[in-house]
């Protein structure tokens, strides 16, 4: 998903990138859990057990709703795979719009700062 930076409100989109939001920030009660978290240096995927660890630690179950966005929805794809592919999830979603839809919406809800759980 996002890094860091995004999704505490430092940075709208990273460097160079033409889709962007108006606004910085995340979605009300996200968690940030860049998508390059899920693979080793080789770019393999980590074991189901390091996976599921990686996402429980955030709260993602597979009992829970989980709705993956990154900036327009390329990152989220990855996440929706390894939730819904590799791990099982039955219950998760990807956000296509993502934050450049979300971010430049008006009246929505915005937080920023840095993931708290």
């Not at 770019?43 to 189901?48: I, K, L």
């Not at 990807?94 to 839809?101: A, I, L, Q, V």
Request: proline content about 6%; some cysteine; glycine content about 12%.
């Amino acid at each position: 998903m996002r890094s860091a930076p995004e999704f505490s409100g430092e940075v709208i989109a990273p460097p160079g990138m033409t889709e962007t939001a108006q606004r910085g920030g995340h979605i009300p009660g996200a968690a940030s859990i860049p998508w390059a978290q899920a693979v080793r240096e080789d770019g393999t995927f980590r074991s189901a057990d390091e996976l599921a660890a990686l996402y429980g630690a955030k709260g993602i179950t597979p009992d829970r709703d989980v709705i993956a966005y990154c900036r327009i929805g390329e990152r989220s794809s990855h996440t929706w795979f390894v939730l819904h592919e590799l791990l099982g999830y039955r219950r998760v979603r990807n956000y296509d719009g993502s934050w450049t839809e979300w971010g430049s919406m008006v009246g929505v809800p915005i937080e920023r700062g840095s993931d708290r759980r």
